[in-house]
T-cell receptor, first 114, second 113 residues
Framework: GEEVAQTPKHLVRGEGQKAKLYCAPI?????VFWYQQVLKNEFKFLIS????????ETGMPKERFSAKCLPNSPCSLEIQATKLEDSAVYFC????????????FGSGTRLTVV | AQSVTQLGSHVSVSEGALVLLRCNYS??????LFWYVQYPNQGLQLLLK??????LVKGINGFEAEFKKSETSFHLTKPSAHMSDAAEYFC???????????FGTGTRLTIIP
């Protein structure tokens, strides 16, 4: 399809619980990106993949956050032991390889940690 | 490394007036520049992009932006604002070969009837 599909749209977790978010990129797009948006402001880059390989993980809080993009499966972003500060909208985007195209963004997953 | 500065976190214009949203960038390599719009509770939609070639770029919904290398700017304009333009606008930069987009902090555009 021509859209980046993110599930679920909303996720509520108690502090300390695990949260897992999913992203299906556009077919043929080999780059996948995860961003965190807090308070409708800054988009913080988390991690990117080139196919199933991590391309850039400089933004990942490695102690609790992990991500995967496996063949024939949606990509996933997992947060172990969520904290209140993890409450945010998490956006996934995909793009074609090696080109100056803009990304196509999904509609996001709103994570609320209570 | 790249960075983006958006001057003015909030901009209000009257319906029918000129819209000008400012964006300045810093990049160690020739940049690719983008403007995205975000409507409430939605994702980001690409308005326009500059890659190479013509420095005046036209996008969707009547928006355009001009890449000025000497000023390291990529300001977004629209001649006549419409109520439907009310949204959050984000400028972003990407260096060639570095696939990561770096965003500005956004400008909220309010249209006054």
């Amino acid at each position: 399809g021509e859209e980046v599909a993110q599930t679920p749209k909303h996720l509520v977790r108690g502090e300390g619980q695990k949260a897992k978010l999913y992203c299906a990129p556009i077919k043929g797009h080999s780059y996948v990106f995860w961003y965190q948006q807090v308070l409708k402001n800054e988009f913080k880059f988390l991690i990117s993949f080139q196919n199933e390989n991590v391309f850039d993980e400089t933004g990942m809080p490695k102690e609790r956050f992990s991500a995967k993009c496996l063949p024939n499966s949606p990509c996933s972003l997992e947060i172990q032991a969520t904290k209140l500060e993890d409450s945010a909208v998490y956006f996934c985007a995909s793009s074609q390889p090696g080109s100056p195209y803009g990304y196509t963004f999904g509609s996001g997953t709103r994570l609320t940690v209570v | 490394a790249q960075s983006v500065t958006q001057l003015g976190s909030h901009v209000s214009v009257s319906e029918g007036a000129l819209v000008l949203l400012r964006c300045n960038y810093s990049s160690s390599v020739p940049p690719y520049l983008f403007w995205y719009v975000q409507y409430p509770n939605q994702g980001l939609q690409l308005l326009l992009k500059y890659t190479t070639g013509a420095t005046l770029v036209k996008g969707i919904n009547g928006f355009e932006a001009e890449f000025k290398k000497s000023e390291t700017s990529f300001h977004l304009t629209k001649p006549s604002a419409h109520m439907s333009d009310a949204a959050e606008y984000f400028c972003a930069v990407r260096g060639f070969g570095n696939e990561k987009l770096t965003f500005g902090t956004g400008t909220r555009l309010t249209i006054i009837p």
